[in-house]
Nanobody
Framework: QVQLVESGGGLVQPGGSLRLSCAAS??????VGWFRQAPGKEREGVGC???????KYVDSVKGRVTLSRDNAKNTIDLQMNSLNPEGTAVYYC????????????????????WGQGTQVTVSS
């Protein structure tokens, strides 16, 4: 079982940047995804990074979001730039296993272990 803890959320102005971090013990051979859930909406994928560090992003954040992972430190970071109010949500990291080490998908049901979430609020 992978244990995940998110950090780095907070209040940021529109156009600002924020870096979220996921401490993921035992996740070296797992893909890690970042998801978000706004009030009254379904949880949606933001981006994921495979165990071989191949990344995938949802179209709405491409060019503004970068995922990175440091397997030595067991951390997966989500750098978000040019944030807008639609980015307000609770952000979760989660781990999922794919037999293809270069694969990850933004499908909620692919991920078995989840962190507790961190709140991101984009507002002036």
């Amino acid at each position: 079982q992978v244990q995940l803890v998110e950090s780095g959320g907070g209040l940021v102005q529109p156009g600002g940047s924020l870096r979220l971090s996921c401490a993921a013990s035992g996740a070296t051979f797992y893909a890690v995804g970042w998801f978000r859930q706004a009030p009254g909406k379904e949880r949606e994928g933001v981006g994921c990074i495979s165990s071989d560090k191949i990344t995938k992003y949802v179209d709405s954040v491409k060019g503004r979001v970068t995922l990175s992972r440091d397997n030595a430190k067991n951390t997966i970071d989500l750098q978000m730039n040019s944030l807008n109010p639609e980015g307000t949500a609770v952000y979760y990291c989660a781990s999922g296993y794919y037999t293809d080490s270069q694969r990850c998908d933004l499908v909620v049901d692919d991920y078995n272990d989840w962190g507790q979430g961190t709140q991101v609020t984009v507002s002036s």
